[in-house]
Structures are given as C-alpha cells and as structure tokens.
C-alpha cells in the first residue's frame, strides 16, 4: 500500500465550476500536510499548508481529518490557470523534514 | 530573493559514466533535501542536509549515490557509475525551519532531468 495515495484524475472542470478531490495517508504519527501544485515538467510549488481546524486561501479550501487519515482540496470558481497535478504531501513524523508525495491528481479546466 | 537553483537543466549520460548534479539552495536556509521522480512515480525522498550534516539519508537508493554539502551551502548529488533506473528528475528543495518550529515549508528547484542511455 502506498503511503500516500491520490486518485489521479484527471478531473475535467469546467471553467468557473468547483472541484473537490482527495487523498489518504496511512502513518497515523505525520504531522504536517500540504498541497503542493506542480504545473507539466515544473517543480512543486506549495499551494497551501493544511491545518486541522481547515484552512482557506482565496479560493482554494483545504481540509484535515485525522481520525479517517485524509486531506482533501476544495477549488472554487475554477480558473483555466488551475489546471495542473495537485500534490498530496505529508510529513513522516518520525522523520521530520521528510516529506512523502502522493502521485498527483491531475486538474484540466476547460472553458 | 532568488530562489533554489540546480544545475544542470538536462543530462543526457551513458550508462557507466559519471554525473554531478548540483543545488544551490535559498540563501540562509540550514536544510537542503534532494529527491527525485522516476517516470510514472511519486516523487521519492533521497536525503536531508542540515547545514553541513547528513541528518537523513535513509532514502538514497544505493551507494552509488553520494551527496556533498561542504560549507553548508551548496549540495552536490554524485551517481557514479550511473545505470539505467537512474534515470528520473531529480529535485532539491530547502527550507528554513528547524524541528519544532512548526511546518517545515519546503521550497524546491526546477530539477535536472538525467536520462541514462
């Protein structure tokens, strides 16, 4: 079993629409989270750290829940612009400074 | 502020030779990681400097790799020789927190692509 593990889309979103998707962790111990965006053979770049009471950033909604082990993301108003693979990261929490990356799910918003 | 270099962009090498790879993290940042994505795979963990100091290197795949971080600043990433599994991107991230000071935000470069023929 993966450590992390995200449906890999791809999620096709019509322009202005909301998309929602998720991912799984199995430690139980990981402590930080994160979406992370990474755009065609671009590096990751952090879209939002995750928090457990849920945390929001424009339009973007970030969720926690611990006692099932999963993180989701919310994307309001999709723009063309949003198209990309969402990263699920975690932190081991054994190993800190040791993320683990889900495979992705990827994001196409049409017009 | 500039932020986490690498270089090379591409490397193209035939299986046997030797290649560096090198990061050049953000300014002032104590932590440097390296990690890397094998085609149709998740991005892997391969190790984590704090300045000048291996603190985990539990992710490098053999003792073909070896990473250098003298000086603590920037970090190189040595396969020698390489094979053909060893071809993937290969990230360096750095970030600025330390333990316990809360999400360790990890900023990462543009990658080298090495493709071993």
């Known amino acids: 079993r993966k450590e992390v593990e995200q449906d890999p889309g791809p999620f096709n979103v019509p322009e202005g629409a909301t998309v929602a998707f998720n991912c799984t962790y199995s430690?139980?111990?990981?402590?930080?989270f994160f979406w992370y965006r990474q755009d065609c053979r671009k590096e990751p770049k952090l879209l939002m750290s995750?928090?457990?009471s849920g945390n929001e950033d424009g339009r973007f909604t970030a969720q926690l829940n611990r006692a099932s082990q999963y993180i989701s993301l919310l994307i309001r108003d999709s723009k063309l612009s949003d198209s990309a693979t969402y990263l699920c990261?975690?932190?081991?929490?054994?190993?800190?400074?040791?993320?683990?990356f889900g495979a992705g799910t990827q994001v196409v918003v049409t017009p | 502020e500039a932020g986490v270099t690498q270089f090379p962009s591409h490397s193209v090498i035939e299986k046997g030779q030797t290649v560096t790879l090198r990061c050049d993290p953000i300014?002032?940042?104590?932590?440097l990681y390296w990690y890397r994505r094998v085609m149709g795979k998740e991005i892997k963990f391969l190790l984590h400097?704090?300045?000048?100091?291996?603190?985990?290197e539990s992710g490098m795949p053999n003792n073909r790799f070896l990473a250098e971080r003298t000086g603590g600043t920037y970090s190189t990433l040595k396969v020698q020789p390489a094979e053909l599994e060893d071809s993937g991107v290969y990230f360096c991230?750095?970030?600025?927190?330390?333990?316990?000071?809360?999400?360790?935000?990890?900023?990462f470069g543009p990658g080298t692509r090495l493709t071993v023929l």
């Open positions: 995750v928090y457990s």
């Open positions: 991230a750095s970030s600025q927190v330390g333990p316990g000071q809360g999400p360790d935000t990890q900023y």
């Open positions: 300014s002032g940042h104590d932590n």
């Open positions: 400097f704090v300045k000048e100091s291996k603190q985990d």
């Open positions: 430690n139980s111990a990981s402590q930080s």
């Open positions: 990261v975690v932190n081991k929490g054994d190993s800190w400074g040791k993320l683990q």
